[in-house]
């Protein structure tokens, strides 16, 4: 089959590689009808990982059951399913806590509790920016969705950047009536800007430079914050009569950078800390990683960053981290779409085939004014 392979830093190519089959009699192969490229497929491109080269790429997938393994009881071949990042045992510790992204068993990597597919240090799985996938555990992973193909662009939020979002506005404390500043336009900020939206915050403040991602996130009905005119957290002060939010969503991620693209790891957390007001919750949806060779300072090599602690805990904030685990949340954002209350797809900016996924790859990578979200579907031509 063919499928999107990691080179080597900013290379991508299509490819053909074996196709994927039953491993183990819990696994199901599903075949890839839209996968999108993600910011954190990004961290990899740009060389910021330790992924190596010959890996399939793609952790953002949903299809259609193509096979299934002798132990797979619930999920159909034919089943329009939609595939969590997260690979999950569903019987560890963790999974049966509902913390399926910090699965116990599913990741060998010494050190790193929870997988996912085609991601740096998370399993030696393949991921689906290709035409098939295959799924372990499918009887607990995958998410049936109603067949046919309406609500395609949305349902395919759900693998990650939907729950993920909205998993940043559960770890701030988000209640109802909150006023909360999200940090990043990026899918995931808008994804978590949707979702404050949609669990009845009062006011969104969306922070980033691009202009077309603040829009998409004024149309939403957030008041959009452009770091590049002038201090965010001082704009968000003056919007706010100097109150600051009452919560705050990280969806920047450890290659912050200042309107020069000088990066600064702290310089998000440091602004979150100062606009949340006293006692309010910060979320961190945005990766930092515990070693990064290329970034700026000794220190934040090492993953050590020296955000604003001091004035965090005098503060008396609080702050929840790490991936999400989807599986908490895409069966009720799955039914807000069909219901027609939630609707993620409004980010969707590119449709490609797989066959230009490079392209896809490259002006995502750029940040290029209209690339918002990039779509790959692997059956259809471009
Ligand atoms: N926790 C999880 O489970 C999970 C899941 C998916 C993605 N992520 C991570 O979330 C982050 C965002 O993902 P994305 O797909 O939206 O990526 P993205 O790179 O497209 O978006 C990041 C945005 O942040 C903006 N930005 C940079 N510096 C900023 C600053 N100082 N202030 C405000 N905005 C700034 C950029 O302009 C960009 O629009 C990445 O780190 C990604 O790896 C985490
Ligand atoms: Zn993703
Ligand atoms: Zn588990």
Known sequence: MKAVVYKGPREVVVQEVPDPRIEEPADAVVRITTTNICGSDLHMYEGRSAVESGKVLGHENMGIVEEVGPAVRRVKVGDRVSVPFNIACGTCRNCEQGWTSFCLRTNPTEGVDGAAYGYANMGPYDGGQAEYLRVPHADFNLLELPPGGEHENDFTMLSDIFPTGWHGTVLAGMQPGDSVAVFGAGPVGLMAAHSAVLRGASRVFVVDKEPDRLALAERIGATPVDFGAGDPVEQIAELTGGAGTDCGVEAVGYQAH????????????????KVVRATGGIGVVGVYVPQDPEAATEQAKQGRIGFDYGTFFTKGQHMGTGQCPVKRYNRQLRDLIIAGRATPSFLVSHE?????????YERFDRRE??????LLHPGRAA
């Open 258 to 273: 200042d309107p020069s693209g000088q990066e600064h790891p702290e310089l998000v957390l440091d602004n979150l800390v």
């Open 369 to 374: 004014d209209g690339w918002t979200k990039v």
């Open 352 to 360: 490609l085939g797989l066959e230009q996924a490079p392209e896809g």
